[in-house]
């Protein structure tokens, strides 16, 4: 991976497969199981082999890299001057994924050639909260930056929303986004958000309920602590709508996540196979079983490791064992299983039964801001680069290259990338 100087602080990253034209043979990006990779070189310094350091669920990492400076809804907070040259030259990363080889097993998808990307899913009011650390039962602390509290859109549904969006623009193909508006004053500015994303949001439904909250207590190092307030992600109707099913039925791939009730999930997991349409399942969201019947309709499930531990029951401690465990999946009826592994990367088991493996790419300035969302980005990235017909390699590294960006910067939605910096 060669990162190169840009004007307007933008950074282009491309993968350039064994042999970099103008980078000699350095290090891998990551460590542990999966070291394997290139190594990054930006502004004067080389990136080091990366120990384990902090770890999130979309399977990216955070080395000792110059730190970069904190990004939200548009504001910086302060650096210092060496810190902040890198940041600038991070901000507005720009991410080329390319091989130098084809991978010679194809992406399978089997949803309408041309169609929408759907996302059916929660949308939330994140309140971002920083802070030193938590305080103690009778303890009264102030926040790590007086300005912090600010509301910023987010849930997972609307994450992976954006996203799709964002990565798909200028492609031709749109994203659609079905969700569950509140009834209070932050409906309006989530609605304004995902309008001027370009998402189709017209078969949205209105509920009795204020809108769905998340208050994100963020630390320093960029780990955070989520308390989820369920509100309008939790009113669907008992029933799915004409519209909704029409949508289904002409997507090119359906997400879906455990924000919202499971009834909606299974039923539209129901329609979407019936009609041929991949479903990608994340895991995450409330921590609940899932049905046989559910699994059998799913293209691929997505979980992190702690989360496949938790849903066959079996140790995921070692790739061997992680591979076991997703085979357990594929014999309840799932075909593929994506799973992230944080500083690790990711790994595929797919329904040939052939693992596929990517590595975590470095973050942009070297220095984790906000994990906020980068599953979701991760995910919708994977799919986006599925429906568009790539090699399943390929579409881990977008994704790894997508997610790798969102968490060098503040919040959810507002630090999702654009296709413009994550081209093929």
């Not at 950074?11 to 043979?25: H, K, N, Q």
């Not at 909250?213 to 780990?223: K, N, R, T, V, Y």
């Not at 994340?282 to 499930?301: A, H, N």
């Amino acid at each position: 991976v060669a990162l190169a100087g840009r004007p307007a602080a933008m950074l282009r990253l491309r993968v350039l497969g064994a042999a970099a034209s103008t980078a000699a043979a350095s290090p891998p990006l990551a460590t542990g199981r999966f070291a394997a990779g290139p190594a990054v070189a930006a502004y004067g310094y080389q990136a080091k082999p990366m120990a384990r350091g902090w770890r999130n669920s979309a399977g990216f990492s955070g080395g000792a890299l110059p730190p970069a400076a904190t990004f939200a809804a548009g504001r910086s907070s302060a650096a210092t001057a060496g810190a902040a040259a890198a940041a600038a030259a991070a901000a507005a990363a720009l991410v080329s994924v390319k091989s130098s080889s084809r991978d010679s097993t194809a992406a399978r998808c089997e949803g309408r050639k041309g169609g929408p990307v759907l996302v059916v899913g929660s949308l939330n009011a994140d309140i971002i909260v920083e802070i030193n650390r938590f305080p103690k039962r009778g303890e009264t602390l102030n926040t790590r930056t007086p300005d912090t509290g600010v509301m910023v859109p987010g849930g997972k549904g609307a994450n992976q929303a954006v996203a799709a969006a964002r990565l798909s623009k200028g492609t031709g193909r749109k994203a659609q986004f079905v969700c569950q508006f509140g009834n209070d004053a932050h409906a309006k500015t989530l609605e304004t958000v995902l309008l001027d994303n370009g998402l189709d949001i017209a078969a949205c439904g209105r509920s009795d309920k204020p809108s769905g909250q998340a208050f994100i207590f963020l630390e320093a190092d960029g780990h955070n602590s989520i308390l989820i307030v369920g509100g309008s992600n939790v009113a669907w109707p008992k029933d799915i709508s004409s519209d909704l099913a029409t949508r289904v039925r002409g997507a090119s791939a359906v997400l879906l996540q455990r924000e919202i009730p499971e009834y909606v999930n299974e039923a539209v997991a129901e329609i979407a196979h019936a009609a041929g349409v991949p479903v990608i399942q994340d895991v995450g969201g409330e921590e609940r079983p899932f049905s046989d019947k559910i699994l059998r309709r799913l293209t691929y499930i997505c979980p992190n490791e702690t989360e496949l531990e938790r849903l066959t029951g079996l140790p995921t401690g070692t790739e061997e064992q992680i591979v076991v465990a997703a085979r357990q999946l594929q014999n309840r009826g799932v075909k593929n299983v994506l799973v992230t592994l944080g500083g690790d990367g990711s790994l595929l088991l797919d329904d040939t039964g052939k693992v596929t493996r990517q590595a975590a790419f470095a973050v942009p300035g070297g220095r984790v801001v906000d994990t906020t969302g980068a599953g979701d980005c991760f995910r919708a990235a994977f799919t986006v680069a599925l429906v568009e017909g790539h090699p399943l390699q390929e579409c881990m590294r977008f994704a790894a290259a997508a997610g790798s960006i969102t968490v060098s910067r503040m919040g959810a939605v507002p630090s999702l990338p654009s296709r413009d910096e994550c081209p093929f």
